[in-house]
């Protein structure tokens, strides 16, 4: 990342994270696909029931390794590959830590959650269960994201794409065989997820492992402390950034469950096409990260510039592009998680469609907002986006509160791209001003 064109480095960086977030999505997609086709509306409100709470798991644990995963990418693009080991070290040990504090927080809290989220009476018991498989299975999730954050830090964006690829399948033969011929309903699809989970993270690991200069990793024991301070200081402030965001999410999802299944149903159905419409957003924001920790550990500030501009162009090409197919498509492809003779079909269909417009015709700004963030946290200033994520919250809950008084249950629609907005905002306005104190110190 530190010679070549910005452009095209970030692009085919971005390209296998693109094609290997869509491979997580699809075997996400399958399960809602085969849940509420093979069981009903009801089971697919279940799934929708426990999305916000899911998603503050992952989001935890994948911003956490997002965060060791800066100082990974710098360490390597300052060539100190000793420096390299021992913070893969830490990290590791860390995100076991977190992941075995997270599975006890979340299966203990995981009922109290779905009563405070006024969960509908006739989809808690699915709901419930299908979260707590989950939730017992975060170790899994943990142990993928850190090898796939450790290989990203590398430049190696392809073995995440196979380790996908693979995982997507045996999910869908999985979920196939556990809901449509075991009946097991949403448990079984749950079950599908984590077993897939574990076989992208068994690729990784082996492809990681069989690195010459990262075999000798866990050879000496000795745990620097330095290491433990610059990883916490990296990863908690992007991990309590997803808590918060999880957080107004949550509130926004306890306000669309008062408005009864139907409206869940809907929203659940967007929800999981959400994940395609974000996955390049995600990629291009790992790119841009990587790039941005590389060349700062090298020395090459002025090259940074280049590389936001690059991401900035491709956000924006890139989101004008899924919009324009979502609009088009979008009601033949939410059309796959309704089943056609339920009585509510019709109407859960056009709530979700509704729903899907309002954030394709937003989407460029999430692109944006991905793009400065991930370029703050590349070097190394993880409080804006702390701070960001703060703003995320706030205007997604006062938009979740507030404006359903005013316009109904659609008024629902306005509280991603309004929370979306705030956050891009305040992070464009903060990336420019750290960039020239960057630069100022250079110069200095």
């Known amino acids: ?9 970030i692009f085919f960086f971005a390209l296998p994270l693109i094609l290997g977030n869509f491979g997580q999505q699809l075997y996400m997609i399958t399960d809602t696909v085969i849940v509420g086709k093979g069981v009903g509306v009801e089971a697919l409100a279940a799934l929708g029931a426990t999305d916000w ?6 989001w935890t644990i994948q911003a956490l390794t997002q965060g060791f995963g800066i100082l990974l990418a710098q360490r390597f693009g300052a060539g100190d590959y000793e420096g390299f080991r021992q913070v893969l070290k830490v990290s590791v040990l860390l995100t076991l830590t977190a992941a075995l504090l997270l599975t006890a927080i979340s299966l203990a809290a995981s009922e109290r959650l779905l009563l405070i989220l006024n969960t509908p ?8 269960r299908y979260l707590r498989i989950l939730c017992a ?18 430049g190696d964006s392809r073995t995440p794409l196979f380790a996908m690829g693979i995982a997507a399948c045996i999910n ?8 449509m011929v075991f009946k ?3 448990a079984g699809a749950a079950a599908a997820t984590l077993i897939a989970q574990g076989i992208s993270f068994i690729y990784c690991f082996a492809v990681l492992g069989s690195l010459p200069f990262i075999k000798q990793t866990f050879s000496s024991r000795k745990i620097f402390r330095t290491h433990i301070i610059q990883l916490c200081r990296l990863g908690i402030p992007l991990a309590l950034q997803s808590v918060l965001i999880a957080a107004g999410g949550m509130i926004l999802q306890s306000v669309i469950n008062k408005f009864g ?3 869940v149903a809907g929203f659940t159905a967007t929800n999981k096409i959400y994940g395609v419409l974000e996955c390049a957003a995600i990629a291009f924001g790992y790119a841009v990260t990587t790039f941005t920790a590389q060349n700062y550990g090298a020395g090459k500030i002025n090259r940074i510039r280049s590389g936001l501009r690059a991401g900035i162009f491709l956000s924006i090409v890139v989101s004008a592009g899924i919009s324009l197919i979502m609009i088009l498509t979008g009601r033949q492809l939410l059309s796959l998680f309704v089943p056609a003779n339920d009585i509510n079909a019709a109407e859960v269909l056009d709530i979700a469609y509704q729903y899907l417009s309002v954030m394709s015709f937003t989407l460029c700004i999430l692109y944006l907002l991905h793009t400065y963030r991930n370029a703050l946290q590349g070097l190394g200033n993880t409080l804006a986006p702390f701070l960001s994520g703060c703003i995320e919250c706030v205007m997604r809950v006062t938009i979740a509160l507030i404006i359903p008084s005013l316009l109904g249950s659609r008024g629902l629609f306005l509280a991603e791209p309004g929370a979306w907005s705030g956050a891009a905002i305040f992070l464009i306005i903060s990336y420019y001003r750290y960039e020239k104190k960057i630069l100022q110190k250079t110069v200095l």
Do not use: H, K, Q
Not at 144 to 154: D, E, G, T
Not at 174 to 179: K, P, R, S, W
């Open 1 to 9: 990342m530190t010679e070549g064109t910005p452009v095209s480095l």
């Open 53 to 58: 709470i899911t998603w503050m798991i992952l």
């Open 121 to 128: 009476d006739s989809i808690f018991s699915g709901a419930l």
């Open 137 to 154: 299975g975060t170790a899994i999730s943990a142990a993928y994201n850190m090898a796939s954050a450790a290989l990203r830090s590398l």
């Open 172 to 179: 869908i033969i999985l979920d196939l065989l556990f809901v």
């Open 184 to 186: 097991w309903g949403i």
């Open 261 to 263: 299944v139907v409206l």
